[in-house]
């Protein structure tokens, strides 16, 4: 019997994904990217077992995202003698994850990419178009009946399984929006083509007694199309989008990453800082009403991530020499950051209260005050850390 860890091998770097735009780019060493994340499809391991020198190629035409799949490996341990009667897993799993169908034969996906190409038009109304490095970019923004989105949307929501966790398909309903981005360029011929570079949807919430409360819940920028700046326009384009509707609460965003916290956090720091409650005299002092009213007034940014804000700023302001400003400073901030602990206590306080029996793993999940002060400072000095990360890019 054979080397058996020979045949165990990682998802995500057996699985490679291309976007073409046309035939060279099937072949181009540099084009090509990985997924981040693959537990969502291939179980919590992301291990793949029975193959020797797996690939697993994923093409997508560039614009409409039509799929081409094929598995390549130099030995199955199915087909081992003696291989006492081992199987390999099963790779197709992932082509549940294709929403449509998929091709298996190279020539036939490209010769129908390239017919498609010619009359794909990007769906919805163009509501931004910008340039990055002499390249081009458009946001469309489409709902749910918008014409042609739709399958499309499927199309382009399969990203989210390799790229965020705990992803799944949306429910459609009219109160989605959904923001794409599209690189448009001229090809080889001369002739204009639109390729597929990320999207956000936005669900809009209905807030009592006549208002919505947009929520950015998904948001995706694909791996080539990465740090550059592309991200930063599509979150700008959707407060633009809300800014001055008098309907709109404000705006939240649903369990962000922490890469797409940085973004915002920079963008919202940019715009917060414009703000006449924000001058310097007021960041010193600390979050206040004001701050929380005008950031919601002027921005539509949420009183959570407001106070969030204003502690950045407030950092780049303060003198850290002065022992009085900064032990301030660094009270206020661990008052938000103690804010679970406090809930936690008192919502096991409410319990016993009640004559409820805590569970004693629910108890010791919780620290002590002594530990808990430990672990404050411990995310204190992240935090500063990362508030000064930040600074620098505001
Ligand atoms: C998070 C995400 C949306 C960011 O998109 P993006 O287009 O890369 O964002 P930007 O380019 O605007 O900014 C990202 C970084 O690139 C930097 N950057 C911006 N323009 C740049 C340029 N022209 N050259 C080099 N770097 C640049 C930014 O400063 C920022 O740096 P930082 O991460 O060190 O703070 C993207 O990485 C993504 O889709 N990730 C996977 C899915 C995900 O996490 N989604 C969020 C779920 S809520």
Same mark, same amino acid.
């Given at each position: 019997m054979a080397n058996l860890e020979s045949f165990v091998c990682e998802a995500v770097d057996a699985v490679k994904f291309k976007l073409i735009? %046309?035939?060279?780019? #099937? =072949? %181009?060493?540099?084009n090509g990217f990985k997924p981040e994340m693959a537990h969502q499809v291939?179980? $919590? *391991? $992301?291990n793949i077992f029975g193959y020797k020198d797996l690939q697993i190629n994923v093409y997508f035409s560039a614009d409409e995202l039509d799929i081409y799949y094929d598995v390549k490996y130099t *030995?199955? #341990?199915? %087909?081992? *003698? =003696? =291989?006492?009667g081992l199987k390999a897993d099963n790779v197709n799993v992932i082509t549940e994850f294709f929403p449509t169908g998929y091709y298996t034969n190279l020539e036939e996906f490209l010769n129908v990419s390239e017919k498609k190409s010619k009359m794909f038009e990007p769906a919805g109304e163009m509501i931004c178009e910008f340039k990055t490095d002499e390249r081009t970019f458009q946001i469309h923004l489409c709902t749910s009946t918008t014409s042609n989105f739709l399958k499309y949307h499927e199309r382009l929501e399969s990203f989210l399984f390799w790229y965020v966790d705990a992803s799944s398909r949306i429910a459609q309903d009219d109160r989605w929006r959904f923001f794409v981005v599209f690189e448009k360029f001229v090809n080889n011929e001369g002739e204009t083509r639109y390729a597929s570079v990320g999207y956000a949807s936005v669900y809009q919430y209905y807030h009592y007694p006549d208002k919505i409360r947009p929520r950015v819940s998904q948001f995706l920028i694909l791996p080539p199309f990465q740090r550059k700046g592309i991200g930063s326009k599509l979150l700008q384009t959707i407060y633009k989008h809300y800014q001055n509707n008098e309907k709109v609460c404000d705006i939240t965003v649903e369990d962000a990453s922490e890469d797409f916290q940085r973004l915002r956090n920079t963008i919202d720091a940019r715009m917060l800082k414009t703000l006449p409650a924000f001058v310097v005299d007021n960041l010193k002092k600390g979050f206040n009403m004001a701050m929380a009213q005008e950031a919601k007034d002027k921005f539509k940014i949420n009183p959570k991530q407001s106070r969030i804000v204003c502690e950045i700023l407030r950092l780049g302001v303060i003198d850290t020499n002065n022992k009085a400003e900064y032990k301030a400073y660094r009270i206020d901030v661990k008052k938000r950051l103690n804010m679970n602990y406090l809930k936690e206590k008192r919502d096991m306080k409410k319990l016993t209260d009640r004559g409820f029996k805590v569970p004693a793993d629910k108890k010791l999940l919780l620290p002590s005050v002594e530990e808990n002060m430990e672990q404050l400072e411990g995310m204190y000095r992240e935090t500063e850390d990362y508030y000064r990360g930040v600074l620098e890019r505001v």
């Open positions: 735009r %046309d035939r060279s780019d #099937v =072949n %181009d060493p540099d291939f179980g $919590e *391991t $992301e *030995t199955k #341990v199915d %087909d081992l *003698t =003696n =291989n006492q």
